[in-house]
C-alpha cells in the first residue's frame, strides 16, 4: 500500500517535471522568436543629440551656474557663492525668472518631478560636468546595454538547434573558447524575445 510519504515525494517529483517542461517551453518559444527576428541583434548607434526638453533643463543649469558666476565674482569666494544661491532659492528669494528656472533644472528624467530648490551637492556635479561641454550638464536618455561579443555566436547555434536547451548553449560557446555563463545566456535570450514583442507590439498598435 502507497504511504502517505511515497504519494507526496511522486507529487513533487510531478510538479517538477512540469515546471522543468514549462521552463523548456517558455525557451523553446523565445529561440524561435529570435531566431525569425535576426535583426534585433542590430544595434542602434547612441547618437549624442538633445531632446528639447534635456535642452531645456541644461539651459536652465547653465543659467543657474552663471548666477553662481556672478555672486562669486562679488563674494570672492566660489563656495559662499554657492551657499548663497542655494539658500535663496530654498527661501523663494532668487530674482523671479532664475527661481522658476530652478524648477526646470532639477529634472533628471523626463517624467521626473520637479523641485523648487537646489542643493551644494547638485550644482557640484552641474559644475563638474563643465568640463565635458554644455551638454553633459543635461539629464541623460536612459541607454540600452551594449550586447555581450558572444551573443552573434549565440544566434548561429540556435539557428542550427531550436531545442537546445541553455547548458548546452553555455558548452557549444565554451566550444568555441567563448567564456559565458548559464545565468547571463539565459537572461540574455529573455532580453532579445522581449525587445522583439515590445517592438511589434508597438507597430502593431501604430497600425491599428
Known sequence: METFENHVMESL?????????????????????????????????????LTPWQREVMEARLEILKEIDRVREIMGSCNAAVEEVVWLARNGLLDPPLQKLVFVANVSTKKNQEKETLSRSTIMRWKKALRSGPDDRAPKEQQEMPQPAWVKPLFEILRQNKDISCHAMVRELEAMGIKAYYRNVRIRIRLLAEKIKKHHGTRRAEND
Open 13 to 49: 517529483k510531478g510538479l517538477r517535471r512540469r515546471q522543468l517542461q514549462y521552463h523548456k517551453d517558455v525557451l523553446r518559444k523565445e529561440v524561435e522568436l529570435i531566431v525569425q527576428h535576426p535583426e534585433v541583434l542590430k544595434e542602434e548607434p547612441i547618437v549624442k543629440t
